[in-house]
């Protein structure tokens, strides 16, 4: 689920979250870490929920004192993502077909990076950034038949890592 780009470059997974808010996921003594703690789908699952909820504040107004964690609820039942843009992530995709970066190049919600030597090479590896909104919006697509099916299989692959984020 996570990778650290300076030292797993030649072993990445598929889809790996690299980096949240900007802020690099490191490999330390073989443990993943984010500002020096232990990084996890548990407790990224609770931050981005915090965070989701902590954009919701000054819509709802909060008046019955809730939680982050509820007012994320709320967010998720009214699927009211917008909360979501403030929330950025970073993925790598390792070794994936030169139209799934295409699609995401072409799609300018995404700041993508990528090898220069590997700018026409297929496979590519490359990382795309975005907001958790439109992350989301990205996973929708692994159904939808305006994209062709090799890279609706990859958006596929980015709903299987982030969606356990967001139940």
Not at 8 to 17: G, K
Not at 53 to 58: E, Q, R
Not at 132 to 138: D, H, K, N
């Amino acid at each position: 689920m996570f990778a650290d780009l300076r030292s797993e470059l030649d072993a990445l997974p598929e889809v790996a979250i690299v980096a949240v808010g900007g802020i690099p996921i490191v490999l330390h003594r073989g443990q993943h870490q984010l500002f020096g703690r232990p990084v996890t789908a548990k407790n990224l699952r609770e931050a981005l929920r915090d965070g989701l909820g902590l954009g919701a504040v000054l819509t709802y107004r909060n008046p019955n004192d809730k939680t982050l964690d509820q007012l994320a609820q709320v967010c998720l039942e009214h699927d009211h993502l917008w909360t979501a843009h403030v929330l950025m992530l970073t993925v790598a995709f390792a070794r994936c077909p030169l139209a799934v970066r295409n699609a995401f190049a072409f799609d300018r919600r995404f700041h993508l990076s990528w090898v220069d030597s590997e700018v026409s090479d297929d496979p590519c590896t490359f990382t795309a950034t975005g907001s958790l909104r439109e992350w989301a919006r990205m996973m929708g697509y692994a159904d939808a038949p305006s994209f062709k099916a090799e890279p609706r299989a990859w958006f596929a692959k980015v709903a299987d890592l982030l969606g356990p984020l967001l139940a």
